[in-house]
T-cell receptor
Framework: EAGVVQSPRYKIIEKKQPVAFWCNPISGHNTLYWYRQNLGQGPELLIRYENEEAVDDSQLPKDRFSAERLKGVDSTLKIQPAELGDSAVYLC????????????FGPGTRLTVL | GQNIDQPTEMTATEGAIVQINCTYQTSGFNGLFWYQQHAGEAPTFLSYNVLDGLEEKGRFSSFLSRSKGYSYLLLKELQMKDSASYLCAVGSYNTDKLIFGTGTRLQVFP
């Protein structure tokens, strides 16, 4: 069974540029998460989807971050414009249903903003 | 709110046993997870405890005491490949979220 797929794996951009990350969850997993992980820290939730509905986006900086999961499968996370402080690893995870079910993570996208 | 504490770094010798502790404060406790994360890679699921006691899975065991807000991950017969960060994460019915600790970086030496 394929795991969570993310692309790109690495992205280097200059500040004020836009950037987008893509995630394909494990087949059959209704719940999808985007996390941000800074160096030496644990993952922090940005947004959680159940099917196509964003049920928790309280930690998403909505002035510059946006996300979508149009058909309840793939998801895209966008930052526009990027700031230096956005440099981090962006992890996508999925689970079968509730947020406290076991979550399976993708390899992440390492973003560097110069 | 939720709070999770775990040591920042630990070292151990190949073949030895190491115990990584995690203490937490949360309302509506709904399970505790341990994840392993090698440098530059995704966290991978190791164990899940929702009831008090010890869960054993090969060389790894995880213990939970809900009354004490305490868990540990026990790694036996350490191998070099066990060098990684170990993340403790706690779920809550109230927030419907999984909150991660900062992770414990374990270094195994020959």
């Amino acid at each position: 069974e394929a795991g969570v797929v993310q692309s790109p794996r690495y992205k280097i951009i200059e500040k004020k540029q836009p950037v987008a990350f893509w995630c394909n969850p494990i087949s059959g997993h209704n719940t999808l998460y985007w996390y941000r992980q800074n160096l030496g820290q644990g993952p922090e939730l940005l947004i959680r989807y159940e099917n196509e509905e964003a049920v928790d986006d309280s930690q998403l900086p909505k002035d510059r971050f946006s996300a979508e999961r149009l058909k309840g499968v793939d998801s895209t996370l966008k930052i526009q414009p990027a700031e230096l402080g956005d440099s981090a690893v962006y992890l996508c995870a999925s689970s079968t249903s509730r947020s406290t079910d076991t979550q399976y993570f993708g390899p992440g996208t390492r973003l560097t903003v110069l | 709110g939720q709070n999770i504490d775990q040591p920042t770094e630990m070292t151990a010798t190949e073949g030895a046993i190491v115990q990584i502790n995690c203490t937490y404060q949360t309302s509506g406790f709904n399970g505790l997870f341990w994840y392993q994360q090698h440098a530059g890679e995704a966290p991978t699921f190791l164990s899940y405890n929702v009831l008090d006691g010890l869960e054993e899975k090969g060389r790894f065991s995880s213990f939970l005491s809900r009354s004490k807000g305490y868990s540990y991950l026990l790694l036996k017969e350490l191998q070099m490949k066990d060098s990684a960060s170990y993340l403790c994460a706690v779920g809550s019915y109230n927030t419907d979220k999984l909150i991660f600790g900062t992770g414990t970086r374990l270094q195994v030496f020959p």
